[in-house]
């Protein structure tokens, strides 16, 4: 009996640290780079949903460059283009969060089929994965680039299974975003909530099959 | 030489203060009133966007519940269903800006065609209006649930040219919501931003034709 499992990993979040991009903020927003990473955060995901609805797919770049835009004018200190552009050259080089990589070796280990799958387009995704030391480990990188559709749409998810022909409850799928989950959920993955930040479930009536605070649990799986 | 033009606004946030639920939130959370209106304001939008995404339309009073549902959680002092219904109950009597039907009377009185459209289903929209004693002043009350599309879907917004034949741009749309006014510029209509909050312009790149702190510059037209 084979005991082998398709994990798909969520990047921004999950296994990468989005807040750590906050020294870098310091920079240019003296005892405000957390305030700014949260801002950039919440617009930046904020603007992948509202441009969803729209019909206006922009690649996650630029989306990032916009959000960025927002918070820094929201702060009112607008950045010229060339400080933006060391902002986002500091968005490649996130950190992995502490137990990322053991996780990831150790699930590997033992056979199992990992996929790493984002909203980030291939320029800004591939330098990061690189960086991190991590693309050894993995079997799929996937973008929603490919189909211009942003999660949680079922076109994103179905991405997966274009890619690995197995039923969607065996795919197990991990993130830290709430929301994120509920759209796995709903498209019919096994779903796992790295619930960092300890938050309620989302209202969208699509609770998690597991939750865990860490991506720690998964390797006795 | 006709100047008569048509108005479309924009209900919550735009003609009546959502944060003026406070009040009543501080019946269960005490000192917390205003941070509850603020969390259960922003998942309300969150989830409409959500739901779009996922392809999981609910009416707006549903979205609404869960919102509020999340925001109490958040705060570790879950409601009682029927806490729950005193709180949806007096979302239907939340307060209109000082200028709000002041202006609606004066617009009318120049002959101008004033149209009500909002994410609101009938069930929470109408009782609002009532209440509020404007619905006279209006010709057309619109709700996204007659397409079950929400802003700022293209769909949505074609909901206002089924009801009045007029060229897009002939149209002033209202909105204090930046992200409803990127929309509605994307499909076309002339927008007054009714920046209530002196936000910086969403990263959309769909800035407003017009912005304004309020709605009393629209008299003058």
Redesign the interface.
């Known amino acids: 009996m084979t005991t082998n499992k398709t994990f798909v990993f969520d990047v921004y979040g999950t296994l990468f640290d989005v807040h750590s991009i906050g020294k870098a903020c310091e920079t240019y927003f003296p005892g405000k780079g957390e305030s700014i990473s949260e801002t950039w955060r919440q617009?930046q995901i904020?603007?992948t949903?509202?441009?969803?609805?729209?019909?206006?797919y922009a690649p996650f770049s630029e989306v990032t460059r916009?959000?960025l835009?927002?918070a820094a004018?929201?702060h009112g200190r607008p950045l010229s283009l060339k400080e933006e552009d060391r902002l986002l050259e500091a968005y490649q080089s996130l950190s992995l969060f502490p137990e990322s990589l053991e996780v990831l070796s150790h699930l590997k280990e033992k056979g199992h089929t990992l996929i790493i799958f984002s909203n980030g387009d291939p320029l800004m995704l591939h330098p990061l994965l690189k960086k991190a030391q991590i693309t050894n480990y993995i079997d799929h990188i996937l973008s929603v680039d490919t189909v211009k559709q942003?999660?949680?749409?079922?076109a994103a998810y179905h991405l997966i299974l274009d890619t690995i022909e197995e039923p969607r409850s065996d795919i197990v799928f991990l993130s830290s975003n709430g929301?994120d989950i509920?759209?796995a959920k709903?498209f019919g993955f096994t779903t796992a909530w790295i619930n960092r930040s300890a938050?309620?479930?989302?209202?969208?009536?699509q609770p998690p099959h597991y939750e865990y605070s860490t991506l720690n649990p998964l390797p006795t799986w």
């Open positions: 617009k904020q603007y949903f509202l441009r969803q609805a729209m019909g206006k916009d959000a835009r927002f004018d929201l942003y999660k949680p749409t079922p929301w509920s759209g709903a938050q309620p479930v989302e209202g969208l009536h």
